[in-house]
């Protein structure tokens, strides 16, 4: 009981091992107990869908968090560090130079643009498969593709990217979580370490050009009292961040059409829905599970208020199952239309790359339907245990074309 007599919301640890390998029953719980819980020390998990959208774009919230906020105590270590600089963890006003370079550089114009170079990609990726009727749906093609794609807009070699920078992305995707367990903390340094170096080495050959590419444009405008560092751990982001929507959508995807038959065969008989399809793997299984914010003032959620200095998650993937919403929400409909997920978060602090993904997930599923005959899963897919990203390690396939 509240100290004024009233119930406390439900609680929920986002770290339990449960949560962390099927977080659903316990969002279904959450947001049939009511609008809020209870989601760690002082802070609140915001449940339904209503409450979550109007809240991603409410500037009440601010992503700058005090020193002391108990979600970041990790100790000064570079993982720290380096999330504090980021764009994401930044106020609008603070981060607009770097903002509006990125922005330009991952806008919807020029993901449509990458629409056929995806298309390649995806085929030649595939090419091994078809042959031998075997395909990981992760290593062999939702990690290449996306990490491909994000390192040519940027600026960086793709083949070094594959080779170096993906035995650490999973380590690297821990550094980025408000939630860093002690035991991960060596790993995201070392990840962290590494390619801050090797982002810096790039840089060193590169000059401030506001004409250039992106990473010349982010040297113009870069901060003169944080110089190249503010660059370095904004493009380290971004090679995180760049693919692991879309990474985490082309594999949850996969895992979808595998154990569902019929809805395979609905895109198979009509790739055009492969659009929708990627909207619905976003909506079904959210590939980034929450967001956070920090209150400013006062904010009424229900029957309550959240006070000035909480800490505020926004439950995306909980909010993507809200049933006065969705109808049948635990259910994969790839033509469901309409489709308000807020899988990709929403205002002016939402997934950079959404319009990116959007097109890389629907060429994805385009040229699965018109390549394969048949998806099923090999084995039991392997989870990269995270509360915040939903991804996966492995997801063995069997396929055969068409």
Known sequence: MSPAGRVLP???????????????????????????????????????????????????????????????????????????????????????????????AFSPGVARRTATRVGELVDELLAPGLDTGRLDAVADL???????????????????????????????????TPFLPEADRAAADEALTWLRGYVRDLLADRRADPDGDLLDRMLAVADPTEGVEEVVDNIVFLCFTGYETTMNMVCTGSIALAQRPDEWRRLRADPSLAGTAAEEFVRFDAPIQYTARLALEPIPVGDRVIRAGRSVFLLLGCANHDEDVFTDPGRVDIGRHPNPHVGFGGGVRGCLGAALARIEGAVVFERLA?????????????????????????????????
């Open 10 to 104: 439900a609680r929920m640890d986002p770290l339990a091992p449960e949560v962390v390998a099927d977080p659903y029953p316990t969002y279904a719980r959450m947001r049939a107990a009511g609008p809020l819980c209870r989601f760690g020390p002082a802070s609140w998990g915001v449940t339904r869908h209503r409450d979550v959208a109007a809240l991603l774009r409410d500037r009440r919230l601010s992503n700058t968090f005090p020193e002391d906020d108990p979600q970041f105590r990790m100790a000064q270590d570079l993982s720290r560090e380096v999330f504090r600089r980021i764009i994401p963890t930044r106020d609008p006003d603070d981060h607009s130079r770097l903002h509006q370079q990125i922005v330009r």
């Open 142 to 176: 939702a990690f290449p593709v996306a990490a491909t794609v994000v390192c040519e807009l940027i600026g960086l070699p793709a083949a070094r990217t594959r080779a170096e920078v993906w035995p650490r992305s999973a380590a690297l995707g821990r550094a980025f």
């Open 370 to 402: 018109r390549l394969l005959s048949g998806i099923d899963l090999a084995a039991a897919p392997v989870r990269e245990p995270s509360a915040l990203f939903r991804s996966y390690a492995s997801i063995p396939l069997t396929v055969g074309p068409a």
